[in-house]
């Protein structure tokens, strides 16, 4: 058995509180109900006697008990800290879990009226319990056929309101509802009732309380009861007078918090855990959290131990005794040491130098120094974040703390089809498992690395260590259901984000807004990238800023303050000093540099380096077939590996074909348009052949070779080029893309010697320069104009020095000052303007749905989520994606094949033994599940445009394979059915797809306009 973190010391402080804490309830407390085992209106199972079922009474001190515990074992320190602070119980650390305890406790009080109560009338198993709760409507004002339909989240926040004003006379009104509101958002979204409970203008908040007082004084005696009863077994009492004396519940606080009780919720709600009975409650004790928590083994906080020696830092990566600390990873361990609070870290250098590891030494070592619980790592796209989670699971596997067992999570849209994760998680013993020691003992190789089964689908924020797609921490400035829960579990950890030079500035503001509410949380930052303009870096720095002032409780929130903050908040993005957080430190910071943002302020340090910088030579071809042939031949008259990137699939794909002409057996094609199987197989193989060599192993470098590819390659892929050749694409993206020419030290080809990138895809003999119509459509024109005027002088002229030029000419690109051509100018202008038009049109597109920032809803959750989506990020993730990215929606599809009458999977995914028919009416097997999710793929915009999406699903819904979606994995999943020749259609367009190719259209379809060739830009549709 793996010895697991437990909580089971729960027995031994929760029952040390304050008051008679196991005095039952009244005779009239004990006969509402709040849980049934089965749907109510299931007659299956009737129990001679009675459905076994659950009390209120029971089901609010068991959510005590849990969130109790929760709040003792499971929060973060950083979390319980801040708490301590924002509560006002310094010196009184226990008043944390005694709050925590009561908001569980009394979230489900609104299920203590009639309206929820009468559920049970109209199911002939549960009607006993309508029964034994009718009597007490006697001395009630109701109409028999008339309850209302509110949500008893609703009445749970009136009840809590009425009854602390009731308790604590003189508290401020603001402060009563900040406490109260938690309770009213336990289901994910806020009850919406008004802080300020006006009945004269509010027909909503006039209704609800004229039906709680029409219940009369037996049922409110029962919420007094109810709530008396869980303050005196939580102790809360002094602690609430307290807070409600200090102001109440700072936003930030109240939002996670929601989190939080939604979590004990839960918790407290499995029947498998806490067991319904026929009479109601547990017959044995009264208390059985400590027993329950056990059981469930959830992993208790990460408590690192800071890095001390370069041997340890060896140990965490596994490194050989030669290997030392890179400079950028030296100075953002030093940085880091020097925290003495919530903190950003904007780390800049070139690819390649480590920036990963960087994150993992300055991320443990700030949650050393912030207790901090756990680490997000977020990336730009699936591939990238699967290709990271073995090494994750390695270095979470190495570290050394008191703890023992770690939980990790792989969350993206795909993450139960991903073989590592899926490996892990059925290595995992899991609560519910029958087989659990089976389980424990496969697990055993893992040491410390555990998927627990609980923290599942949406609760997957919620494990220590995340590894996921960028759009995982975006969506935490989303407006949705439920966003309270992905607040928990990002507060209490050091949340990385790799690459954030490649987001647009739609989802530059979604990731912004996060920082704000990240930093108002307590949560340090860490931000990755290999280059970034002063604009958006000085976007994110002041939201980071701006989220480590915003602390004010809900009555400190008056008219005079919030003028204060409005006044702050524009001198943030004003002209001011170099530390006001508005102006870069960095213009005079020499690069590769580490920009620091705290409640000290904002400062900047260059990154000493000892290697040579790269230094990369430019050139210009023309753009046709031939000239791009005769290039890869000047380069390769010695041999070596070339490199073409090109920014559409199309263009990739017709860049292939013609070098395949010429070069037989040596061409390589790589895009995103390939099943889930060709392009790991492809990866691993690219990687494998041109990235690292291990020290002692054979060379499996091709002494002639030639990879055409998109975006892809430029996306935290270990490739090393002898030489580039690229469309046209901007400063930064060329950047990345040279990144790969050259990456590691090894004897070049005579004539390679030079790292030589080739651009293509751009015109400059006309009067203004012209692209080819795809890269305009990707990256816009004003940008492509000025990053052409920015490299004239480096085509077929001095070197481009990563180290020197970078800096600059990103700046150049992304500013006004850049200097263009007096001809250019004209159209330059127009372009420009047609960009800012753009730019205004994302920004207002992507506040639409936003939460507001902390001061902007004035200390009210209710204000905070007012731009609430129906979007379910969890159950609808495509639409939240969609939100949180300005990408056109797309279809992803599997591929099967049909052959003389048999339906079977790709021919090179199975091995020639395979038997197997699929059959569309029932559920796959097992292994036939893996190969489906390893057909799948994402279809071009040339086959289906996003406004045909909804025909095209409706059209694969109607192919018969609907017995598939009972199968969670392959929930969503449409199937194409393509012929023997791997020839397939989809709304009366034809393709076909090759293993070497990809999809390929097929020509009796409309050809598409260079717009819709399938850009393969990673932050438009490679998520």
């Known amino acids: 058995m793996i010895a697991v973190a437990t909580m089971s010391d729960i027995g031994s402080w929760t029952r040390n509180g304050v008051g008679p804490r196991d005095r039952g309830p009244s005779g009239s407390l004990s ?80 299920k203590a009226e009639v309206g929820f109560q009468h559920q049970a009338a109209r199911s002939k198993v549960s009607r006993f319990l309508w029964d034994q709760v009718a009597p007490l409507l006697e001395d009630a004002r109701m109409e028999d056929d008339r309850y209302r339909k509110v949500p008893h989240s609703l009445y749970s926040e009136l009840i809590i309101r009425r009854w602390l004003r009731r308790c604590f006379p003189d508290a401020d009104i603001l402060a009563i509802a900040s406490v109260a509101v938690i309770a009213g958002c336990h289901h994910g979204v806020p009850s919406g009732l008004p802080w300020q409970l006006s009945t004269r203008f509010n027909f909503v908040v006039a209704e609800a309380e004229s039906w709680l007082d029409r219940h009369g004084e037996q049922w409110s005696g029962m919420w007094w009861e109810l709530l008396d009863d869980l303050t005196s077994r939580t102790g809360v009492q002094q602690d609430l007078e307290r807070l409600l004396q200090a102001g109440g519940i700072a936003v930030a606080d109240q939002i996670f918090l929601s989190g939080f009780v939604s979590m004990a919720d839960w918790v407290a709600s499995n029947q498998e855990l806490f067991p319904l009975s026929q009479s109601g409650s547990d017959s044995r004790r009264s208390f059985r959290a400590d027993e329950a928590l056990e059981r469930l083994n959830l992993t208790r906080p990460w408590e690192p131990a800071s ?19 890179r400079p950028v990873q030296r100075k953002a361990m030093d940085i880091a040491a020097t925290a003495t609070g919530p903190t950003l870290l904007i780390i800049e250098d070139e690819t390649g130098s480590g920036k990963t590891e960087a994150a993992q030494l300055a991320g443990e070592v700030l949650a050393a120094r912030t207790g901090a619980g756990g680490m997000a790592f977020a990336l730009p796209t699936m591939t990238t974040t699967d290709a990271l989670l073995p090494r994750m699971v390695g270095w979470v596997q190495r570290l050394s703390d008191s703890r023992g067992q770690h939980s990790i999570r792989l969350m993206h849209s795909k993450a139960n089809l991903n073989p590592a994760f899926e490996e892990l998680l059925r290595a995992t013993k899991s609560v519910n498992d029958d087989e659990a020691q089976e389980n424990s003992q496969a697990a055993e190789y893992l040491d410390h690395v555990v998927a627990h089964a609980w923290f599942s689908g949406r609760k997957g924020v919620l494990s220590e260590f995340l590894v996921c797609t960028v759009d995982q921490i975006l969506m935490a400035a989303l407006a949705t259901r439920y966003v309270t829960l992905r607040h928990l579990g990002l507060a209490g950890k050091v949340v990385v ?136 031949e000047r380069l390769s008259q010695s041999g070596g590996v070339i490199g073409i990137v090109c920014n559409t699939v199309a263009r990739a794909q017709q860049a292939a074909a013609a070098l395949a002409g010429r070069y037989p057996g040596s061409v390589e094609l790589f895009h995103s348009q390939f099943i889930a199987a060709d392009r790991a197989r492809k990866e691993q193989e690219l990687t494998t052949r041109l990235g690292t060599e291990r020290p002692g192993a054979a060379s499996s470098r091709p002494r002639f070779h030639i990879v055409v590819g998109t975006q892809v390659l430029e996306q935290s892929l270990d490739v090393d080029f002898d ?231 409706v059209e694969l819904d109607d192919a018969g394979f609907g017995a598939w979606q009972r199968d969670f994995r392959l929930r969503g999943t449409s199937i194409i059915v393509l012929d023997e020749q791997l020839c397939g259609s989809i709304l009366g367009k034809s393709f076909r797809y090759d293993k070497d190719l990809g999809v390929v259209p097929t020509r009796n379809h409309t050809a598409p306009t260079p717009n819709e060739g399938g850009q393969d830009a990673h932050y438009r549709n490679d998520i």
């Open 497 to 632: 984000v790799d690459e954030v030079h490649s987001y647009d500035v739609y989802s530059s503001n979604y990731l912004a807004r996060a920082l704000t509410w990240l930093a108002a949380q307590g949560a340090s930052v860490i931000l990755l990238s290999a280059t970034l303009a002063s604009g958006p870096r000085n976007l994110l720095s002041a939201a980071y800023r701006e989220g480590l002032r915003q602390t004010e409780r809900p009555a400190e929130m008056s008219a005079e303050k919030l003028r204060t903050r409005t006044s702050l908040r524009a001198k943030m993005v004003a002209p001011g000093p170099v530390h006001d957080g508005t102006h870069s430190p960095c213009v005079d910071v020499a690069y590769p540099r580490i920009t620091t943002v705290s409640c000290e302020g904002v400062t900047a340090e260059h990154v000493p380096v000892q290697k040579a910088c790269r230094q990369v030579f430019f050139s210009l071809i023309g753009d046709s077939d031939d000239e791009l042939i005769a290039e890869v």
């Open 307 to 325: 890095p001390k020696d370069i041997v340890d830092v060896r140990q965490r990566f596994d490194w050989g005794p030669d290997r030392e600390l």
């Open 31 to 110: 006969k509402l109900w709040a849980k049934t085992s089965r749907g109510l209106g299931d007659v299956s199972d009737i129990v001679t006697g009675g459905q076994p079922w659950l009390s209120l009474s029971q089901h609010s001190r068991d959510a005590a008990d849990v969130g109790t515990a929760l709040a003792r074992q499971w929060l973060a320190p950083s979390v319980r800290s801040r708490l301590v602070l924002s509560l006002g119980c310094q010196g009184d650390p226990g008043a944390v879990d005694r709050l925590l305890g009561w908001l569980a406790g009394v979230h489900d009080v609104g």
């Open 723 to 953: 030489a580039l050749i690229s469309d046209m694409a901007p400063t930064d993206s060329l950047a990345q893309r040279a990144g790969r020419l050259h990456r590691h030290s090894r004897l070049r080809p005579p004539g390679l010697e030079h790292a030589q990138l080739v651009l293509r895809g751009m015109d400059l003999d006309k009067t203004t320069p012209t692209f080819d119509r795809g890269s305009e459509f990707i990256y816009g024109k004003r940008v492509l104009m000025a990053t052409a005027a920015i490299l004239f002088r480096y085509i077929s002229g001095e070197p481009w020095c990563a180290g020197h030029d970078l800096p600059s000419d990103v700046e150049a690109t992304y500013s006004d000052s850049t200097e263009i051509p007096s001809d250019w100018q004209e159209e330059y202008n127009a372009a420009s303007n047609k960009e800012a038009e753009e730019d205004r049109a994302a920004k207002k597109r992507a506040q639409a749905f936003q939460l507001k920032t902390p001061v902007e809803s004035r200390g009210k959750l209710t204000q905070a989520l007012s731009a609430l989506s129906a979007v379910d990020a969890d159950r609808q993730e495509d639409l939240a994606l969609a939100t949180v990215r300005d990408i056109d929606p797309s279809l992803e599809v599997a591929l099967i094949r049909r052959v003389r009458g048999r339906l079977l999977p790709l021919p090179w995914l199975t091995s020639q033994d395979w038997d197997e028919e699929l059959s569309p009416v029932s559920v796959p097997s097992e292994r036939i599940i893996h190969v489906i999710a390893d057909s799948v793929v994402r279809l071009p915009r040339a086959l289906i445009r996003p406004d045909q999406i909804m025909d095209a699903m």
